[in-house]
């Protein structure tokens, strides 16, 4: 079992950055791909960022695609997401997940494919 806890969320204005961390606990943290989802009220979650067991393949939603940035650092059992020129819409609850990997190749996008998830932390943006 793994336990992930979320940090970092809070409000920013347009253009603003922040940075969430997301520690790991009770496993093997290099065992699992990561990866960052996203809930806005209202709407469905959605995936944002993922990352592979060993930091070397990741994968982004064409709508974060060149703002944010998805880090891991397994000796700390810790993943980031850098999140630069923020917008509005990118106002939402942010959950980091992890899954059960065998391949480091594999992109996994969907909620189901994710065995365990964080709590969340909000993320407001104003304009």
């Known amino acids: 079992q793994v336990q992930l806890v979320e940090s970092g969320g809070g409000l920013v204005q347009a253009g603003g950055s922040l940075r969430l961390s997301c520690a790991a606990s009770?496993?093997?943290?290099?065992?699992?791909?990561m990866g960052w989802f996203r809930q806005a009220p209202g709407k469905e979650r959605e995936f944002v960022t993922g990352i592979s067991r060993n930091g070397g393949n990741t994968y982004y939603a064409d709508s974060v695609k060149g703002r944010f940035t998805i880090s891991r650092d397994n000796a700390k059992n810790t993943m980031y997401l850098q999140m630069n020129s923020l917008k509005p819409e990118d106002t939402a609850v942010y959950y980091c997940a992890a899954a059960r990997s065998s391949f480091d190749s594999m992109q996994y996008t969907r909620k189901d494919e994710y065995d365990y998830w964080g709590q969340g932390t909000q993320v407001t943006v104003s304009s």
């Open positions: 009770g496993s093997t943290f290099s065992m699992y791909a």
